[in-house]
């Protein structure tokens, strides 16, 4: 752990997320409260009451494992170990699969774990950098075989992709595979925005259920807005993968908690109602961005994101994001998230999951008026 880098994008959070008074930038969708989500469910109160408060089954509940692999095609309920967030799935799968000396891809920006893990093991990150073209970001599958070399253990996707936005096709993603099919490398893929396409015919498959060595991370904080519950889960078919993580994780939570776990389940079985309710309010709140951006294009430039809650904002005015975030959070108390963040300066992350986005708009366009259009 003494290896391991401050986590920027965590530290930024602790520090002002809870004091701002406003955020644009929360990449989650709207939570709720117990009582919202157990009126999901007929009966539902009762069981939470009922649930027994003793040590749960390290791997996850069984009925929340079969909750699970319902999101998934050709998954059973033995290829999930139930975690806390993603954080400790992200930890025990580096510690799980990785070695001192190994070369990881990394998609890039990226959330910090996705690197920082494997480099305190001891690995080589290699970045694979996204691109724009005509304010499009994309990631080149051409620069992706050029990183590849004999070393090469893994490849950390995130889909869709935060903070771009971006997801792959189903001709990329296959092309992913193939890549890494061919010399034995194991893909891992961060899908914690998954279901949230703005067009469901743009989803693609989960990387456990279309490659043997693919590992994928799902958690109930971002498309379902639950990260209260501290609910996620690792799925893959590679059981050595998977059996190594099992013995890990009794270093870490050993098991999860019990009344997360039923609530988990019912949030799933009723994931429908929650994704149509999160897309609503994605839907919304795009729209109010894409009337701002439009009317100071002069000063920002974007993309509508085709999935997922988020959307990376570049400055045409100034290259120092993080000068600007503390200045907006200083005079209007709206907390915006820094590209510094990512070592990716000149940007600023949004999101568009909650309800209060457009009060928060107001006041960033308060202080655009009153400090840019000078």
């Known amino acids: 752990m003494k290896n391991l880098r401050p986590f920027k ?36 109160e009762e069981q939470l009451h009922n649930t027994w408060l003793g040590y749960t089954k390290p791997k ?3 009925i929340l494992r079969t909750a699970i692999a319902s999101l998934y095609d050709h998954i059973s309920p033995e290829d999930i170990t ?12 580096s510690h799980a699969a990785l070695e001192k000396g190994d070369e990881v891809i990394v998609q890039s920006p990226y959330y910090q774990s996705l690197a920082s893990v494997p480099e305190s093991i001891g690995c080589q990150v290699r970045e694979w950098m996204v691109r724009y073209k005509d304010n499009q970001p994309y990631f080149d599958l051409d620069e992706l075989k050029k990183i590849i070399t004999d070393k090469t253990k893994a490849i950390h996707l995130n889909a869709p992709h935060n ?30 925005y998954r279901e949230l396409e703005q067009n469901p015919a743009d989803r693609i498959p989960t990387i456990a259920d279309v490659y043997e060595n693919g590992v994928t991370v799902g958690v109930m904080s ?8 501290r609910i996620g889960w690792v799925v893959t078919k590679n059981s ?21 776990e039923f609530l988990a389940g019912v949030a799933l079985r009723n994931r429908a109602q929650i994704l149509e309710r999160n897309l609503d309010i994605i839907r919304s709140n795009m729209e109010l961005y894409s009337t701002f951006f439009d009317k100071y294009s002069h000063l920002f430039s974007w993309n509508k994101p085709n999935a997922g809650p988020v959307a990376f904002i570049k400055m045409l005015f100034d290259n120092d994001d993080t000068g600007f975030a503390e200045k907006v959070l200083k005079k209007q108390g709206v907390l915006i998230l820094p590209g510094g963040i990512y070592d990716y300066e000149g940007y600023f992350r949004i999101g ?8 928060a708009l107001e006041q960033f366009e308060i202080y655009v008026q009153e400090n840019l259009m000078k």
């Open 240 to 260: 050595k993968i998977l059996d190594r993580i099992s013995v890990l994780k009794e270093y870490t939570t050993i098991c999860n908690v019990a009344p997360s």
């Open 222 to 229: 971002k498309a379902y807005g639950l990260p209260g519950l």
């Open 163 to 192: 903070p771009t936005g971006y997801l792959f096709t189903k001709e990329e993603q296959k092309a992913i595979i193939d890549l890494a099919r061919s010399q034995g490398i194991i893909v891992f893929c961060d899908e914690v």
């Open 352 to 359: 568009m999951g909650r309800k209060k986005i457009p009060e």
């Open 82 to 93: 139930v975690c806390t967030g993603a954080q400790e799935p992200i930890f025990l799968y």
């Open 9 to 44: 994008l965590e530290r930024y959070y602790t520090l002002y997320e809870h004091t701002s008074k406003y955020s644009l930038c929360n990449s989650d969708c709207e939570a709720m409260t117990i009582k919202d989500l157990l009126n999901l469910e007929n009966g539902a």
């Open 60 to 62: 996850g509940d069984p």
